[in-house]
């Protein structure tokens, strides 16, 4: 069994070496970036499950990140990770294609729950993927 | 509300002045100038009337006693020309021609016969003065040199005055005089008929001012001097007018005219206060219109400056209201965006804190399996103080997420809502939580309570904020007993749906009444509350076009009303 691959984005160096130490610690695999560019060119040459994407980040924002990663790798998830002010534009994620929202602060516990569900969402469709192809041959 | 400052006050007084003198002064100028022109040509006119109708008087009467005069010499020439010496010289013809003469006029006395050397040689009439001499008198020397004589009034012979007309006939021996007495009573009375108001009088005076007939005044008898005369001015013209003031200070119009080859002269006096009456009336008119005038122009004034002055205060006390509305509205959206971009900027601090704790906590785990006893209990107190920093990220992030829920501009649907239909849908979200408080909740919401605009979830943030408010003082004074929540809805003026919301509550203290819609005002204890509820209700429900209003009393309860405006058709 395939097992669950996240990164994170986000312009807070210590959130990230944090949070992944304790992703890690639950047994998963963790990639982090500390911007939109940094995301899509880790993305570029390894393979990620689910991106946790904070909104609003200097450069690149999250939703505009989003749009990038959605555009390029469509079966990436994506959970925007979003102030309070910002929730109009994790609306407008979600009709860019994220898979769901979090607000600030989240926990690390609530994190894990959403990042497994997309991950289940994207492995559902990879089989559906494969069954396809299966017919195809 | 009295809160003009001297400043004010005084600005206020310079604007009173300034309105009150323009007030009284514009009006002020045309009101004089009509009153005096009209007075000057008023009073000229009638002081020419006056003059003209005097003068008229005194033309009239000299035309009277000159042709009466003229008249009776005629009849005397006449009687002369008729009659010889010797016709009249006999006692029966010269009464015949004195009753004759009588018919022609009442002022004929008597009637005298006069040789050349002045014996009165026939008489007729009542006194005794036949035979009499007249040689020496001077009207009888002026007939002589003249054939005609008028004389002044005299005593003569009767020591009565009288005034006698004589008629020279013939010449050298045969010379005789005819001579009449005329009626000095009768005279006076036809120059007496001049009478003008209550003080015009007519007389006569000769040429040195012995006065020749009765005068109404009377304080002159006839044959007494005039003593104003000498301060006369003789007129030249025929009829001259002048103003004198008499002895005893009474100022007379004078009408003059000269009689009888200028022996005598016709005098016309009126005391000028009498002759100008109609002037002086006008003259008290006048200033009474003027000063009624000035009375009623400043009271208009005040009155007018008064008004103005207080529309004017209104008018800034209007402003200065709405002045501190809007610096209130300004500071609230100022506070709201200032805060919200600050619990933004929070949360990301909060979001490491978070994440750090779980670390920790993960770490701890691992490490609680390795050590003794002892170190167990260290690491209890370890996890109680971590636990404490996960509720205390917990109230923060609490809190910014109710500054950024007072900040947020939500996209707003305005639709038509009935109070009928949200108001219980609203209360039936916490009919569950009032039953629990033992919170008795009255409903008198009436049938015909118009339908307002809002948007339905703020309406309902408003209610259920008031509600929770309500349900907290009331617990807060009775517990679980005892609490009591109304909600009403009614009408106001037609045009405001009023909701009232009453608890029975703790009730707000009176220094607190003032301040319980500014943000972040709270009696709550800490952590229970942002003080942001009710600024919140408040800018909502005047985003509404309504208003929010509270009454209470401290330990009796608290009201809110909420005031909205109808739709009108």
């Not at chain 2, 919140?536 to 429900?541: R, T």
Request: hydrophobic share 40%.
């Amino acid at each position: 069994m395939e097992k669950l691959k996240m990164m994170l984005v986000d312009d807070e160096e210590r959130y990230l070496q944090t949070t992944a130490k304790l992703i890690e610690k639950k047994g998963y695999e963790v990639l982090t970036a500390g911007s939109g560019e940094e995301a899509l060119e880790k993305l570029r040459v390894q393979t990620v499950h689910v991106v946790v994407l904070d909104m609003k980040m200097p450069g690149m924002d999250g939703n505009e990140t989003l749009k990038a990663i959605k555009a390029m790798y469509p079966l990436v998830e994506v959970i925007m990770l979003t102030g309070h002010a910002t929730v109009d534009s994790a609306i407008d994620g979600l009709r860019n294609g994220a898979f769901d929202y979090l607000m600030k602060p989240a926990d690390l516990d609530q994190i894990l729950e959403k990042s497994l569900d997309a991950f289940e969402k994207r492995q559902r469709i990879e089989e559906k993927i494969r069954v396809a192809q299966m017919k195809i041959l | 509300m009295n809160n003009t400052t001297p400043k004010q006050t005084h600005t206020g007084d310079r604007v009173r002045r300034s309105i009150l003198t323009n007030m009284i002064i514009v009006p002020f100028i045309p009101f004089i100038l009509a009153i005096g022109v009209g007075f000057y040509y008023f009073t000229t006119s009638l002081e020419n009337n006056t003059t003209a109708s005097m003068k008229r008087i005194v033309s009239d009467h000299r035309n009277m006693i000159e042709s009466f005069l003229m008249e009776r010499k005629a009849d005397l020439e006449f009687v002369t020309n008729a009659f010889q010496y010797d016709e009249i010289n006999q006692k029966e013809t010269i009464d015949a021609i004195f009753e004759n003469l009588k018919k022609q006029s009442g002022a004929f006395i008597d009637l005298g016969l006069f040789d050349p050397q002045g014996i009165h040689v026939r008489y007729s009439g009542k006194y005794e003065l036949q035979g009499k001499t007249y040689a020496d008198e001077l009207w009888f020397k002026q007939v002589m040199q003249n054939g005609a004589y008028i004389s002044d009034i005299f005593l003569g012979y009767r020591h009565l005055p009288h005034f006698v007309i004589a008629i020279k006939h013939g010449s050298g021996k045969n010379t005789w005089v005819l001579r009449a007495t005329i009626d000095t009573l009768y005279f006076d009375r036809m120059i007496s008929q001049v009478r003008i108001g209550k003080t015009g009088e007519a007389y006569i005076l000769n040429k040195d001012g012995i006065s020749q007939s009765e005068r109404r005044s009377s304080n002159i008898q006839v044959m007494e001097k005039d003593p104003e005369f000498a301060d006369f001015s003789k007129p030249e013209e025929a009829i001259h007018t002048f103003i004198k003031t008499d002895s005893s200070g009474i100022k007379y119009l004078y009408a003059v005219t000269w009689l009888k080859d200028k022996e005598w002269m016709l005098v016309v006096r009126q005391e000028k206060k009498d002759a100008y009456r109609f002037l002086y009336t006008a003259v008290y008119i006048n200033l009474i219109i003027m000063i009624l005038g000035v009375a009623v122009i400043i009271v208009v004034a005040t009155f007018i400056t008064d008004r103005i002055l207080k529309q004017i205060e209104k008018l800034g006390r209007e402003k200065e209201n709405l002045g501190n509305q809007l610096i209130r509205a300004a500071q609230l959206a100022e506070i709201g965006e200032m805060a919200a971009g600050f619990a933004h900027e929070i949360n990301n601090p909060l979001q490491i804190i978070k994440s750090e704790h779980a670390l920790i906590e993960t770490f701890l785990e691992d490490i609680s399996h390795k050590i003794d006893e002892k170190g167990k209990r260290d690491l209890d107190e370890i996890e109680d103080s971590l636990g404490q920093i996960k509720i205390q990220v917990n109230r923060c992030s609490e809190i910014t997420h109710a500054i950024l829920r007072f900040g947020r501009k939500n996209e707003i649907r305005l639709e038509t809502l009935n109070p009928c239909c949200v108001i219980p849908e609203i209360i039936h979200m916490i009919e569950k939580k009032a039953e629990v408080h033992g919170i008795e909740i009255i409903k008198q919401l009436s049938e015909d309570s118009p339908e307002f605009i809002g948007d339905t979830s703020q309406f309902q943030q408003v209610m259920l904020n008031l509600f929770n408010n309500a349900m907290d003082a009331i617990t807060e004074r009775h517990g679980s007993k005892g609490g009591m929540l109304k909600i009403e809805t009614g009408m106001k003026d037609e045009k405001f749906l009023i909701v009232k919301i009453t608890d029975n509550g703790a009730g707000i203290s009176p220094e607190n009444i003032g301040k319980i819609f500014s943000p972040f005002f709270t009696t709550k204890p800490v952590g229970k509350g942002t003080g942001l509820g009710l600024s919140v209700c408040y800018g909502i429900i005047e985003s509404f076009g309504g208003t929010m209003e509270v009454t209470s009393e401290e330990n009796a309860g608290a009201a809110f009303i909420i005031s909205l405006p109808v739709i009108t058709q």
